[in-house]
């Protein structure tokens, strides 16, 4: 009597589906979750750029600050720190077609600590 | 069984893939879930992102407009001006060819391709924005409504739904860009940031996008976002917290109906909608009045003139208006006689959307019938506020100095006084604020009023704030470009400023201060003068103090040549043959300049010196006292001489206290033939009788009377009687009886047949006709009088006599006198025996209509007066305080100045007299209308709320800068029309070789006096603090960079409750018709009063606008014309001669309405005094500004996330995207930094001007999100 099951035929046919179904899903999960967590650092890092904004008018100059991976400041370097942030103040801004009008602005620099990561900003200080 | 196993294969073949397939889609359906979770959370991190990136962006235009703002407004030595959208600022140069600085620079408060220019293209920024809606790159309307939920389209800005139903909100032409969906937009343009936080805007756009400078947007510094933005002026709007409705009042320009009711409703304090200095006199009606789609029948908005306080039948529906807007202002007042008036005062509205609500949260002002719905505010954001101040500062950056004085110790201060005393320090030590060295306390302590230079010597900071306006007004002004110095000289310059000084003593809030209404002396003053240790010893003010405009003499003959005892009448005409004896005696006429309600008393002693020389026939003394002797001349107008309801009275004119002198402080006469005893002897009388030399005394015949120079010295009244010392005067005045002859009286024989006449008789009054008079004159008599000489130095302008404090005679015998013989002296051509005997004008302000003193008729006051208008005669009750000798108060040609000129005099209030007066108290209750002036107003006089009452003052006393001769008839201008204007009105006044309308016309112009003053606003809460003050509404309502949007609606609001008053000629003249009132003293059904047409008044401020120039100084509103309408309702007479209605008339109309044809003198308003065409600049002046503390930014951000495919110096609005977009609003305040060293102006010289000294902060934000 000949056994029951699958097929050789079903069987490859199957696990050639599931593969590469798999594979392809495989793929994809690691491009999401980094899509995902290129996003949740870009916003951390906006909040940053927006203490760092906040801050701007009353920090010294040119003096590091120290973020966690989430954002939150710490008030020293640590080996929890994902990020330094700087403010470096006065710089130039412009109005256009006038040189005469003397902005107060900030630079903002935020870098990860890993070395791989860094942006700046430019935001404009009460007078 | 084969089957069976075979059929069972067949089914179980590709079960495995159906499983398979089954498990695929489970774990495909897992993976998309969980790619469509990431996803989600990818996006709304990235909305977070944006937003908090476009947060970035929201403080660049806070923050270039905080830049511009202190740029603009902070620098020293500079003027600056604001006006929605835009600040310019003036230095002091004038350029040649130019009459005034041009702007030195411009600063937009709007994002525009240049921020700061020295130059203003209009028509060319105009141009620019013609087709902005379709460069969509470049430009953004600001003004972009969005649907809001309650599905009405919302705008950020200006809603267009109330176009053209509130007044002063309109279209002056289609905006560029308007369609049907969007009827107002606003364009201003982009500014794109970079990532290096420059800022620019495109070189050109096209249908491929906007283009930028490739060398400065570049893949390494992109655009990061772009903003927009624009800055309103809060004082551009009505302030919810400030304004009210008004009650419009002024002081009674005369005997009307209407005049007499405002006499009636003189304000209390707490009225302040009435005080028309108050921010809570603008109105908020133009706004308010169509909320819940108006409708004229509502209580919020009557018809025009409907709602009337002066009209019986109208005034229910007034007060319910009124009531109705005190239950939703702040500044509402406590009213005792309507429990619905209600009081507010502790509320205050923190946004415009608060306005909604009442305290108890139900809808404010419901319960007084003030009806509102939800889309009135929000439609009405752009024409209210909840905040709007502007700087009290002078052209120079400096504190302005209140129309108070204070008492110097702290003690007296009331409460009013210490808030201003606070209001107007910047050090802890001294306020900028002049002081009195004391107050009254009784009679024993008169205070510094009662002396003439106590304020001066005793009270250092008086003489610090002289020397620091001095200082100013050297320097030319900085807007204007010079200086009064330059303009007056220093000497008039001086005298202006004492004469400022002198008048805040007597004119702020007096009854505290002066002897008040229970003291034989009330509510007078004695000049302040400058000691001569100054250097300027002949300078002073006028006080409340008589100077002298006449000095006569009377021979009252008391006896004649009898036979038996009886007069001897040979031929039996009853004319006595001949008269034997006679007593002389002197009387001078007291003046007081200072004039006016509350009623005065003032108390003085005069001497007159040289009398002894006096003589009649070859030598015959008229035994006249010489020395030091003195009469002290004190009599109240409350003494015993009120029995009877009957009162001396007078207290109220010129011409006070003319009785004093021959009458004891208890009324009764003053005794004769005694000199030791100043309060009880009248001394200047022949201390015996004089016997007529041999012969002479026949009727028709003359005798020679020897005349001679005497000097007349005013002095206090308690004034030592020791030897005459040097400066022991207040005041003197040397006049010359000339050696004439002088008639024989024609005496009857029935006034000699019971004996002598006794002279005491005279000065015993007596009840005529239900007057009290005294009989100093009567028939018979012979008197001669020297007279004000129109032609002298004064040209009978008693302000330029009172002014000086010797007017000696000259010593150049060519010059003309001050003071001449009376014209009937010895009138040319008429022999001696016709001659009048009795050459004089004495005047009392007791009477007017019933005539002056005489005998045996009592002289008409028309014959002792002359003629302000040169060949007008007054009515008898009109009858004005001119000289006899004044034949037109006409404005003399001095040096550059041509003159013939009508002057500057003013009108009398009531039923007072016309004439030269500096009063302009803000007082006059019904108890003025009374000429005795017995009943003394009690009430405390209100303070002086605008500088504009200096404009009764001379500024000519000392001519100016290029010609010494005094200018009489001129005093400070305040308005653009006075009587002398000849030139256009579409022109702003001249005074230059071509064409001179008034020498206040000249550069610098007079009402740039106003800008050294102020009052601080104290009630019923203080909205005056740190220099500056709130509600005020700013002249420069132009809308830059839109200007074909009208917002005139706060200034309708400040215009609303304003009157003009112009009396015609005729109204004068007519004796039927008198602005006086009837000759029985009722008053006329006429109204001289008018409203102010806001609409044509300000077509004249925007065409001043579009010509490219702004409202420098709040005073510049005295340029401008008002156009009156007449009320309706009312009577404005249908004589023939009144001048015409204004209906018609537009601004440039306004000099021939006021002035007529400069041929004819009775056409039309010639006979309107000087404070009467500046009144209404009074009323509008302290609540209007040129500069703001409170902006309002209106912007607009977004962030911007390039697209791969557009270039990196390109921005296209399709494909490169829109990450964020914000809207809103921030509520800037410029105020006086707490944190600045105060330094005292005064006395450093380098202290810096408080413009320096401001700091600037966001006070509230605001998200358009309807």
Redesign the interface.
Known sequence: MKP?G??LV??V??LG??GT??VA?IG??PQ??N??E???Q??VR??I??HL?SQSSTSDSATDLFFDSAGTPQPTRAASTAYIGRTTKP????????T??????A?LELSSTDGRWQD???????? | MKDLRQS??RR??????V???S??AF??VL?LA??QV??D??RL??L??DS??V??LR??P???V???L??ATTSASVLWSSQPGMIRIYGSSIPPGQSKPPALMHYRLYSA????TPMLDASAEQRSMESWSGLPGTWVDLNEPIRARSGRPSYPIADPTRLNLTDGYALRQTPPGASALQPLPLPV?W?YVL???????PQSEDADGAHFNPAQVTASNPI?GRIAFWTDDESCKLNLNTASTPLPWDRPAANTLTERAYAEISPVAAQNYADSSHPAFTSLTPVLKHFSAGHQDRIQWPPTDAADPFSAASQALWRNHLGCYQSISPTGAWMSDTSSWLNQNNRRYPTVNEFFFATNRQQNGATTGFAMMRQDLEQTHFLLTTHSASPELNPFGQPKIPLWMLPQEPLPRTVTEQRIHSLSSITATQPLAFQRASIWSDAANQGSSQSPTADWDDVPRNRQLYAWLQSQTNQPMPGVGASFASKYGTRSRDQTLLSMLDMLRWATPATQALPPSTAVNHHSAVPLQLTRSEGSADLRGFGRFPTITEVAIVFAFTDVERVNGLPLDANGDGICDRATKLRAFMVINPCIVASGPPAVSASWSVRIRRLQHFTIGQGVGLLLPGGNVRNRCAVSNLSALQGSGRAWGGGHGSYACFASQFLQPDGTPKLIGRRDDPARDFPFISNNDVRLPTGSGAPGSSLRFSGGAVIVDMMEPNASQTSPRPNDSIHSVEVLFPDRAIPMPRLLVEDFVAGPRVITQRFTPTNTQGELRLPIIQRGDIVRSMVLNAQGPTGADTRLLAAQRDVFLSEDSSSEPHFITHPDYSPAGVPLSEAPPQAQSLRDAAYLSTGQYGGPMLQPTVTASGQLLPGVTFARQATPNAPVTLHGAMQIAAGHDAGGRLGDWESGMGILEDGASVNRFHSFTSSSFSRSGAIVDDARPPPLTTAVAFGALPSGVYGDAHNTTPRPWQTLLFCPNPAGRTSSSSESGRFDSSHQDHPGFATPRDHLWLEFFWQPVTAPRPLSSEFATQGKVNLNFQIQPWTWLRRSTAIHGALHGVRLTALPTAALTSTAENAKGHLDGSPLDVQFRYRIDPDKTLAAFEARFDAGDLFRTASEVCDMFLVPSRIIGHNYDSDSSTPRDPTNLSASDMTTWWNGEQTHLTDAFEATGDNLREAPYSQIYPRVCTQSNVFKLHYRVQSIQKARSVPEDTFDSTRDRISADRRGSHLIERRYKPSATPRDPVTEADAPSLHTQQE?RSILHETFSP
């Open positions: 029951g699958f097929s079903e069987s046919l199957a589906i599931i179904v798999l899903a994809i999960l999401a979750l899509t995902s290129q996003s949740y870009r916003m906006a909040l750029f927006a904004q710089v130039k801004a412009s109005l256009p077609g006038s005469k009008v003397s902005l107060n602005a630079k700046h900003r430019t935001v404009l200080l009460p007078p | 069972k294969t179980d073949a590709g079960a495995a893939l499983l398979v397939l498990l695929l774990v495909v993976a969980a790619l990431s996803g959370q990818a991190e990235a977070a992102t908090m990136e947060e970035t403080d660049f806070l923050n270039i905080l830049r511009l202190k740029d391709p240049s921020m700061r343009c500014f990532k290096d936080g420059s800022m620019v805007v990061a600037f």
